[in-house]
């Protein structure tokens, strides 16, 4: 089936660690995203590619890194120095343009 | 800053009526509106995307987008206890049309009453 895989469902980081969370789509598309979401909240840009080997930070990139080496992946590593980082990370992918985003699972981070 | 306003709610509406939910964007270049529909602990799913003023329907679903008042609405009928969620209002960035990422509004929980 198409769509959009997040890995894992629930990740745990302690105090100066970095985590990589994993996004991987087969829809094809070109574009993809990642989302952090706060209890009560919307959610919030964090970075998005739009094409492979090109990225672009969002509202709140710091903290975080990304790579696009491949279409179908978007990997998001939380480094040691975002300091809160326990959110639901969501990551979207979409055909870009106006086209709409469509989401995977999401990743629960937690703070050990 | 760009945002997008909801009302929190809890919006609670009886079963079988017309849910009415709101959202105003302050970015006037936005070409692209979307709303997603989340259930507690899941993630965003798409429910409508509408790019032009007026009424845009599929089912039981209403998208109604104002540019010039800077307004989207989403209209539910015959609404069912499975409507249940917070439905989140999103808008494109810029006139990108959303390949530079969508802005969320903060949601609104609606609740349908059996």
């Known amino acids: 089936d198409g769509g959009i895989t997040q890995s894992p469902k629930y990740l745990f980081r302690k105090e100066g660690q970095n985590v990589t969370l994993s996004c991987e789509q087969n829809l094809n598309h070109d574009a993809m995203y990642w989302y952090r979401q706060d209890p009560g909240q919307g959610l919030r840009l964090i970075y998005y590619?739009?094409?492979?080997?090109?990225?672009q930070k969002g509202d709140i990139a710091e903290g975080y890194s990304v790579s696009r080496e491949k279409k179908e992946s978007f990997p998001l590593t939380v480094t040691s120095a975002q300091k809160n980082p326990t959110a639901f990370y969501l990551c979207?992918?979409?055909?870009?343009?106006?086209?709409?985003?469509?989401f995977g699972d999401g990743t629960r981070l937690s703070i050990l | 800053q760009k945002e997008v306003e909801q009302n929190s709610g809890p919006l609670s509406v009886p079963e079988g009526a017309i849910a009415s939910l709101n959202c105003t964007y302050s970015?006037?270049?936005?070409?692209?509106f979307f709303w997603y529909r989340q259930y507690s602990g899941k993630s965003p799913e798409l429910i409508m995307s509408?790019?032009?003023?007026g009424d845009k329907e599929d089912g039981r679903f209403t998208a109604q987008l104002n540019k010039a008042s800077q307004y989207v609405s989403l209209l539910i009928r015959d609404s069912q206890p499975s409507d249940s969620a917070t439905y989140l209002c999103?808008?494109?960035?810029?006139?990108?049309?959303?390949?530079?990422?969508?802005?969320f509004g903060k949601g609104t929980h609606l609740i349908i009453q059996p």
């Open positions: 979207a992918s979409g055909q870009g343009g106006n086209q709409p985003q469509h």
């Open positions: 999103a808008v494109s960035r810029g006139d990108g049309g959303g390949a530079d990422g969508l802005t």
């Open positions: 970015d006037r270049g936005s070409q692209s």
């Open positions: 509408i790019y032009s003023n």
């Open positions: 590619s739009q094409i492979v080997n090109d990225f």
